[in-house]
């Protein structure tokens, strides 16, 4: 089962793009991307002399024809890539409900997942607090995965980067790790659980889903309750026009931040608007970090 936004169309548009990872890793089954393996697959590497015990069939003649010399073809093997995927799920993902930002993530995350299972990688989805999905390949699991997905509704407070810690630490192999979020945390904890996902050798993309109120939020209000979606505590304050200007400016620092620390972390990052149509930000903004190509 996938979301009504998962069109024949998007899924077409789908199929033109690969994940793509900046290294090769030694995968764990046969699969499409180039391995760090060296075998006899179908992907070309080098020459190499002849040695007493290589297989005939390894022998390029034509290069024997012009040069006198045995030499054999290298090969590197094609195997799976493993991917995981992190979803936040905590209480700001669902807050206001309006900027369907939960919706969104959980839609990259199919996305990327149908794309991934199309080349027969590995994948593994989690959503901390709410959902750990097995390792899962080929093309039909991505159905029982939707599903499984669409079931998730809020219902408490969790702490996304104490469930994120804990998906790190699961994860078995190195290979390539999506963390989709608003990432309005803390810096220094952030930076903490990205630090974790670079010890586990894993290449990274950060996707942070930002809705409209994230960005411009309420009109001007002298004076209300606010309470903070992840820890339940309230204050009062007055939103107005300068409180306005303040937050923006907090935001924008905590974003420029972030975005310096993944970059010298070579941690690739992207931001995803919900009022963006999907299947741009798919094909047109996500390439753009080496995800997909």
Do not use: C
């Not at 548009?13 to 391995?35: D, M, N, P, W």
């Not at 995965?145 to 190195?174: N, T, W, Y």
């Not at 390539?176 to 803390?186: G, Q, T």
């Amino acid at each position: 089962m996938l979301p009504d936004s998962f069109t024949p169309d998007f899924l077409r548009r789908l199929e033109l793009v690969k994940i793509r990872s900046r290294r090769a890793f030694l995968g764990t089954r046969q699969g499409g991307h180039v391995s760090i393996k060296r075998g006899h697959g179908i992907e070309f590497a080098d020459y190499r002399q002849y040695e007493l015990g290589d297989n005939p069939r390894h022998i390029d003649w034509g290069v024997y024809a012009r040069s006198d010399r045995l030499y054999v073809k290298k090969y590197q093997e094609e195997q799976d890539l493993n991917i995981y995927v992190v979803i936040d799920a905590s209480a700001s993902m669902f807050t206001p409900r309006s900027d369907r930002k939960w919706e969104r993530a959980r839609e990259i995350a199919l996305a990327l997942g149908y794309v991934a299972l199309l080349e027969q990688d590995t994948v593994t989805v989690s959503v901390p607090g709410f959902y750990n999905s097995p390792a899962i390949h080929g093309g039909r699991a991505i159905h029982q995965l939707g599903k499984d997905l669409l079931a998730i509704e809020p219902s408490e407070h969790r702490d996304f980067l104490k469930g994120l810690k804990r998906a790190v630490a699961q994860m078995r192999f190195p290979g390539v790790a999506v963390v989709i979020s608003d990432l309005l945390m803390p810096g220094e904890e952030l930076r903490e659980v990205f630090n974790l996902l670079r010890s586990k050798n894993m290449d990274t993309t950060a996707i942070q889903v930002l809705g409209p109120q994230d960005i411009e939020p309420l009109p001007n209000l002298e004076s209300v309750i606010a309470v903070d979606s992840e820890t339940g505590s309230e204050i009062a304050v007055a939103l107005s026009a300068e409180a306005r200007e303040d937050y923006g400016a907090l935001l924008q620092a905590h974003n420029t931040a972030l975005q310096e620390f993944l970059a010298g972390a070579r941690i690739s990052y992207v931001q995803a608007l919900t009022t963006q149509d999907l299947s741009d930000f798919m094909v047109n903004n996500l390439p753009s970090t080496g995800l997909l190509r």
